[in-house]
């Protein structure tokens, strides 16, 4: 168990809709990072937030969109969902910004039909 | 822009029998290098972190090398337990997120 917890496990969802998916990072952390992984794809990096702040941003759609709250939990937004948005999505977090290992959640399996 | 490039894709070995897997990096200033190991379905496993040139770290069966170009991770009699996707990532000195590689899928026969 990496501490790193997100939830839904799973969620299936029609085209053109909007889903929210949360991370709790590990305890102490204050980085959180999101990662889409698609059979084609790869990990790909989206966005990664700091203590509240948003870091440094990758390949994310401006339908999707981010946040991390004073808690330290994120949330990561997905609207206008598309049947290619179908992916496993991670959460992983570290330290601190500039840190080391980064460690990652079980991920929401995400099917848009 | 960042470049990891893992090979082979995929690895079949039977019970015992040692192999490397290959991981070669483009990026401009290397803060590190991570190996992850991620099983079907699951969230990708920290294994270990290289940080210069000539570093190894050892667990268990696996050992992780760099060199400025590349890094390598050596399996050495494997067990059916090992079969898994072995990710390589770095992170470039001035910036935040990893840059994976497609991975080598790696099958351990008994």
């Known amino acids: 168990d990496s501490g790193v917890t997100q939830t839904p496990k799973h969620l299936i969802t029609a085209t053109g809709q909007r889903v929210t998916l949360r991370c709790s990072p590990r305890s102490g952390d204050l980085s959180v990072y999101w990662y889409q992984q698609s059979l084609d794809q790869g990990l790909q990096f989206l966005i990664q937030y700091y203590n509240g702040e948003e870091r440094a941003k990758g390949n994310i759609l401006e339908r999707f969109s981010a946040q991390q709250f004073p808690d330290l939990h994120s949330e990561l937004n997905l609207s206008s969902l598309e049947l290619g948005d179908s992916a496993l999505y991670f959460c992983a977090s570290s330290a601190w910004g500039m840190n080391t290992e980064a460690f990652f959640g079980q991920g929401t399996r995400l099917t848009v039909v | 822009e960042d470049q990891v490039t893992q090979s082979p894709e995929a690895l079949r070995l039977q019970e015992g029998e040692s192999s490397s897997l290959n991981c070669s990096y483009t990026?401009?200033?290397?803060?590190?290098l991570f190996w992850y190991r991620q099983d079907p379905g699951k969230g990708p496993e920290f294994l270990f972190t290289?940080?210069?040139a000539g570093e190894e770290k050892e667990k268990e069966r696996l050992k992780a090398t760099l060199t400025k170009k590349e890094s390598f991770l050596h399996i050495t009699a494997p067990k059916p337990e090992d079969s898994a996707t072995y990710l390589c990532a770095v992170q470039a000195s001035n910036d935040y997120k990893l840059s994976f590689g497609a991975g080598t899928t790696v099958t351990v026969r008994a």
């Open positions: 990026v401009s200033g290397l803060r590190g």
């Open positions: 290289l940080y210069s």
